[in-house]
């Protein structure tokens, strides 16, 4: 049995409806007609941030960094990686704390870089420091699982 789920388009930010077998099809936005999954981070601003971790039905990972953070650069190509592996069942995204101060000081980032994985657009777990592309995976997963 599928159940429609909400997936935030991660190019334009509209909510799309997609049957839950379908997820692994490849679906395109509705409205910019643009993959909803693109084995890529998507890069969120304050404006779109809370809208991912709200209307997303799926859970959604997100890489708190900052463009001067030489650990954050490091881990980069590794998270881009991940987001291959965890996609569709997770949205993959990355916030800029220094391009957004707020939403770094409202989710209390203390070090960089953080991940945090959302659930219902409430926060269910958090990782401090660089990782590696299985490292990453294998969290989320078990984040998930437990």
Same mark, same amino acid.
């Given at each position: 049995?599928?159940?429609?789920?909400?997936?935030?388009?991660?190019?334009?930010?509209? $909510? &799309?409806? +997609? =049957?839950? !077998? %379908?997820?692994? =099809?490849?679906?395109?936005? @509705?409205?910019?007609?643009?993959?909803? /999954? $693109? @084995?890529?981070?998507?890069?969120?601003?304050?404006?779109? /941030?809370?809208?991912?971790? =709200?209307? &997303?039905?799926?859970? +959604?990972?997100?890489? *708190?960094?900052?463009?001067?953070?030489?650990?954050?650069?490091?881990?980069?190509?590794?998270?881009? %990686?991940?987001? %291959?592996?965890?996609?569709? %069942?997770?949205?993959? !995204?990355?916030?800029? $704390?220094?391009?957004?101060?707020?939403?770094?000081?409202?989710?209390?980032?203390?070090?960089?870089?953080?991940?945090?994985? *959302?659930?219902? @657009?409430?926060? +269910?777990?958090?990782?401090?420091?660089?990782? @590696?592309? !299985?490292?990453? +995976?294998?969290?989320?997963?078990?984040?998930?699982?437990?």
């Amino acid at each position: 049995m599928t159940e429609a789920l909400h997936i935030v388009c991660p190019h334009c930010h509209t $909510t &799309n409806r +997609v =049957q839950s !077998a %379908q997820l692994g =099809q490849a679906p395109d936005c @509705g409205s910019c007609h643009r993959p909803l /999954f $693109t @084995g890529a981070p998507a890069e969120l601003d304050a404006a779109s /941030f809370d809208k991912h971790l =709200q209307r &997303n039905h799926i859970p +959604v990972l997100v890489d *708190f960094w900052a463009p001067w953070c030489g650990p954050c650069r490091m881990m980069a190509p590794a998270y881009a %990686q991940a987001a %291959q592996a965890l996609e569709p %069942q997770v949205r993959v !995204a990355k916030l800029d $704390t220094e391009a957004h101060p707020t939403l770094g000081a409202r989710h209390a980032i203390r070090s960089i870089p953080t991940m945090a994985l *959302f659930r219902g @657009g409430r926060e +269910v777990a958090r990782t401090s420091g660089a990782m @590696g592309a !299985a490292d990453i +995976v294998r969290w989320v997963q078990g984040a998930l699982a437990g």
